[in-house]
């Protein structure tokens, strides 16, 4: 079936520093990949909707220039937080979409940033 | 903006008892999906339904699709601790359906 990974599953960092995490889709290509936080007991939060080739698409909320987001092929996105701090913490998870509706999850990124 | 509740927050049922998740769209959807995130881990997708009054079954779960397709349902007969986990619904966003909007979410605890 369908598989997405996630690297790293867990990242801690010092406030101030960015971190990149990646994803992608191992056994499917994905026309879009989306990018969502989840903070502790609640729900998936939509990031940013990633096409490949194209700018991403940010929620409202969402600022842009700290969430960098790059769709450099139908595999792969990455994510990057830059100059963290710690109300960045939270798990980040993408998904993968190949074709209308289902979509496959990654195993999240846990950061922590201190 | 559009939102996707979902009641109750938090379940806590004996095991082997029924338990059901509602889901409730302020909009109509075109789908809804269903989704499984164990504790620690990430959401898993269950099943799609489509169609107005949709019934599907996968074992001991039965999904339902509303008539007016703008609330779901998700029923577990006799839970097992298998069981345990968030339950969300989710469905395409109304400004862009490619983008997919998560409900609040469904704790499900079980008394061994």
């Known amino acids: 079936g369908a598989v997405v990974s996630q690297h790293p599953s867990r990242v801690i960092c010092k406030s101030g520093t960015s971190v990149k995490i990646e994803c992608r889709s191992l056994?499917?290509?994905?026309?879009?990949m989306f990018w969502y936080r989840q903070f502790p007991k609640q729900s998936l939060m939509l990031m940013a909707t990633?096409?490949?080739?194209?700018?991403?698409?940010?929620e409202q909320g969402v600022e842009k220039d700290k969430f960098l987001i790059n769709h450099a092929s139908l595999t792969l996105s990455t994510l990057t937080v830059t100059s963290a701090h710690p109300e960045d913490s939270s798990f980040y998870i993408c998904s993968a979409r190949s074709g209308l509706y289902e979509q496959y999850f990654g195993p999240g990124t846990r950061l922590t940033v201190t | 903006g559009q939102q996707v509740m979902q009641i109750p927050q938090y379940q806590h049922v004996q095991e082997g008892e029924d338990f059901t998740t509602y889901c409730n769209s302020s909009?109509?959807?075109?789908?809804i999906q269903w989704y499984k995130q164990r504790p620690g881990g990430h959401p898993v997708f269950l099943i799609q339904l489509v169609k107005s009054g949709e019934v599907k079954k996968q074992k001991r779960l039965t999904f339902q699709f509303g008539e007016a397709k703008k609330n779901s349902s998700l029923h577990i007969t006799a839970t097992q601790t298998t069981d345990v986990g968030t339950y969300f619904c989710?469905?395409?966003?109304?400004?862009?359906?490619?983008?997919?909007?998560f409900g609040s979410g469904t704790r499900l605890s079980i008394r061994p």
């Open positions: 989710a469905g395409p966003g109304y400004s862009s359906a490619s983008k997919i909007i």
């Open positions: 990633s096409n490949e080739g194209s700018k991403a698409t940010y």
């Open positions: 056994d499917f290509q994905a026309t879009t």
């Open positions: 909009t109509t959807l075109s789908n």
